[in-house]
């Protein structure tokens, strides 16, 4: 019975562990090794979204989820191209980083599409909440990643260097076209990439409110047909 309550609450318990999770974030120590411990959660989380949102069976999804474990586990490679000081390992470390980017935006707008066309999905809200969250964090991470093969790509008013916690803010900060200002992107990929988030967040949210009217109004419409004889 605990089972089938939890199960059937599967998206708004994640959403809720990954909203607490960003009030963590700035009591972990900084420095790049915090950041790729937390990389690598935010990464296990989007890997295992499409089995908490997606009710196909997708052998597609599949094997790029098993790509994706894989990079998953290969992702502390940089970590020991830096301590080895190898420019091959820093090479391949940069391709997987690539890679691994590649395959979140791909389950990220997968997860977007399914959390608002799926019909029989449970719940039609926090399925879109987590993929919404999901979706700032992905672009924070990519953000992160960035700063780190391309120094200067972010610059903070106050002078410092944006860290992980500072970009996943920015994220969200954009994600919502809040537009605080503090940091500003200086690369042009970086803002190319800050643009596909803004519109992508603006999009979300109004198919989001459209889809939440639509059931709605056919919860209504159900209910005042009542019973089928």
Not at 2 to 18: D, M, T, V
Not at 61 to 79: D, E, F, T
Not at 85 to 105: D, F, K, P, R
């Amino acid at each position: 019975m605990i089972l089938e309550q939890l199960n059937a609450r599967k998206c708004f318990i994640a959403s809720c562990l990954l909203a607490f999770s960003f009030l963590l974030l700035p009591f972990l120590p900084s420095g790049e090794f915090s950041a790729r411990a937390v990389i690598f959660v935010y990464s296990a989380v989007i890997l295992s979204a499409p089995f908490l949102i997606i009710r196909k069976k997708m052998r597609f999804i599949r094997y790029l989820l098993c790509v994706g474990i894989l990079l998953l586990i290969l992702q502390p490679l940089r970590i020991f191209s830096i301590y080895l000081n190898n420019t091959l390992l820093q090479q391949t470390s940069a391709g997987i980083e690539i890679i691994g980017v590649a395959i979140a935006l791909f389950l990220i707008g997968t997860l977007m599409f399914y959390s608002v066309s799926e019909a029989e999905n449970r719940e039609p809200v926090f399925g879109c909440i987590l993929a919404y969250l999901l979706l700032g964090t992905v672009f924070g991470n990519i953000y992160y990643i960035f700063q780190l093969y391309h120094p200067g790509s972010f610059a903070a008013l106050d002078g410092s260097v944006p860290e992980h916690i500072d970009l996943i803010y920015y994220s969200f900060v954009t994600l919502t076209t809040c537009g605080y200002g503090d940091i500003l992107p200086k690369h042009n990929l970086v803002r190319m990439l800050a643009v596909l988030e803004m519109v992508c967040g603006v999009m979300y949210v109004a198919i989001f409110i459209g889809r939440m009217l639509s059931f709605s109004f056919r919860r209504r419409l159900m209910a005042e047909r009542g019973p089928a004889d």
